[in-house]
């Protein structure tokens, strides 16, 4: 995790507290939202799990009730991104797991939640 956060913090501009709670809820969302193979991805990024765990702790009462991509859009704005930092974690978490996990994982995990694809 801590390889993904330094390129965030150092291609993105964010603080790695921010870059770690979005990476985590990315990944969150991953989890829930994907296919079986999101497991494969997210096990493939160490310290995924903590991250996960750590996003999962937070959030309001409004916080579920948005559905899909729009949702985790809203979720990583509430952490305080804005649209170009939250495309560019977004982009560099999917980078990373494409190196970890490879791109026929990541790409099937991508495709199988819709509206995903315009954002990575």
Avoid: C, H, W, Y
Wanted: avoid cysteine; aromatic fraction near 4%.
């Amino acid at each position: 995790m801590d390889e993904l956060i330094a390129r965030i913090t150092a291609n993105v501009g964010t603080d790695p507290e921010t870059a770690k709670k979005a990476v985590g809820l990315i990944l969150a969302f991953l989890q829930k939202e994907g296919p079986a193979k999101a497991t494969d991805l997210i096990s493939s990024i160490p310290g995924a799990d903590a991250a996960i765990a750590d996003a999962n702790s937070g959030g309001g009462f409004l916080s579920g009730l948005m559905p899909g991509v729009m949702g985790l859009g809203s979720k990583l704005m509430g952490a305080g991104l804005g649209m170009s930092e939250i495309s560019g974690i977004s982009k560099e978490t999917i980078a990373f797991a494409r190196e970890k996990a490879g791109s026929d994982v990541v790409d099937e995990v991508v495709n199988s939640i819709p509206g995903l694809s315009q954002f990575v």
